[in-house]
């Protein structure tokens, strides 16, 4: 069964500073890897996609990585700002076939906190 | 306007009592899912459609019905509710042909006393 860890759970740092989130998944069968941004009392806003046979994705200020082997991903924020404070969700979607299933799995998130 | 809205954004009510929660998309995606958010568990799948009278379940579908007459739209029912259902519940829908992410609704923060 697909699992999907992000680590650390809540992360506090200054404005400006460059930062790392992380995401490990199980099972290296993976159709894709999402990032999402949720915001309190909001839904998911998506932030990257990667596919399988991709290695990184970019947009902005945000740089997501994908290594299938080792069962991880990583998203890099630069130059954080106030308003990037939120929760971060990792989702990966397990392949039926060549299939896209469309069904997440979703890790429990990191909460970022920038302070001004 | 586009986009996937969710209704009531809040609900309160009693054991037993029958709940529907409405989700209705304007992008004709084909996909369309139910989650729920709670602490300690993250977002977790509980019923999922491909395409008009096409659902199935997810990772927690006990105590939950779906129905799918329409594209645009995809309830959920509760049909006798319990305390251990209170959740935020999101829709989300998909179009699996395009490499697209989902879309999310805002959510239904439902109460169940």
């Known amino acids: 069964k697909q699992e999907v860890t992000q680590i650390p759970a809540a992360l506090s740092v200054p404005e400006g500073e460059n930062l790392v989130l992380n995401c490990s998944f199980t099972?290296?069968?993976?159709?894709?890897l999402q990032w999402f941004r949720q915001d309190p009392g909001k839904g998911l806003t998506s932030l990257l996609l990667i596919q399988s046979s991709q290695r990184e994705q970019t947009s902005g200020r945000l740089n997501a990585s994908l290594d299938k082997s080792s069962g991880r991903s990583t998203l890099y924020i630069a130059a954080s700002q106030p308003g990037d404070s939120a929760t971060y969700l990792c989702?990966?979607?397990?392949?039926?076939?060549?299939?896209?299933?469309?069904?997440?799995?979703f890790g429990q998130g990191t909460t970022l906190q920038v302070k001004p | 306007d586009a986009g996937i809205t969710q209704s009531p954004r809040y609900k309160i009510t009693e054991t037993g009592r029958q709940v529907t929660l409405m989700c209705h998309q304007t992008w004709s995606h084909s996909y369309m899912f139910w989650y729920r958010q709670d602490l300690g568990h993250g977002l977790r799948l509980i019923y999922y459609s491909a395409a008009a009278d096409i659902t199935d379940k997810g990772e927690v579908p006990d105590g939950y019905v779906v129905s799918r007459s329409k594209t645009e739209n995809f309830p959920l029912t509760l049909e006798s509710a319990t305390r251990s259902q209170t959740s935020v519940y999101f829709c989300?829908?998909?179009?699996?042909?395009?490499?697209?992410?989902?879309?999310f609704g805002d959510g239904t923060r439902l109460s169940i006393l």
């Open positions: 099972d290296s069968a993976i159709y894709n």
């Open positions: 989300a829908s998909s179009d699996p042909r395009l490499n697209q992410p989902q879309h």
């Open positions: 989702a990966v979607i397990p392949p039926h076939g060549s299939s896209n299933t469309g069904k997440l799995i």
